[in-house]
């Protein structure tokens, strides 16, 4: 199976997770577009959603399901989204795509996190994918700065603004053994808009497809 064969293989898998009828909070990337595209062909009952950024509202919209404001929408069933990286806790890494501050909002805003991956996502300990951080312009420097103190080797990525119109720092070089303090520590930094770790919340159920089939992975 290609990479991109996995990915449908997982989004598919996600259906499943939908409850009849329910308001559906939608992520971003890759693997996110496919199952918007499943969503949209195998599951009428959903025509209400959510999303966590202006190109997944779009696609959804390009397929006539309706994207609510997220404080017009109250708690939702179920978020569905990709990951950079996972854990075996199901702690991940998230912004590649850089909607992570969005994401984060509604993944918190969703009674359940149902992540879904193709299986070179999953590792043992997370940081081998540069980790991103959402940043206030202004404080682009400072928070590098703040990195390099962490043992990271920061990196600005060029020509990306978020949909919040801020910056994106990519961190290498971190190994992050303690995820939900390292969550804790980089969102203290001011200007640090979001950190793409997802630790102290992390996914509640990921599928992970491999050539074998999706693997259920849960807290
Ligand atoms: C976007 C994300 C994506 O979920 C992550 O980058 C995975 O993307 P893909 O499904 O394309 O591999 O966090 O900000």
Redesign the pocket.
Known sequence: MTPDEK?IAAAQAALKEVPEDSLVGI???????HFIDLLATQRPDIRQTVA??DASAARLRGHGIEVLDLNAAGTLAVYV????ESDKHLR?????????TR?KIVAAASTRFVC???NS?LVDTLGAFPL?VEVIPMARSLVGRAMVKLGGDPALREDVITDNGNLIIDVHNLTITDPVAMETEINQIPGVVTV?LFASRPADLLLLAGDDGVTQLSR
């Open positions: 990915k992520g971003t990337g890759s693997t996110a577009n966590s950024s989204d990709g990951a950079d991940l890494i998230k912004g590649g795509g850089a909607a992570l994401e879904i991956a193709d996502k991103p793409g």
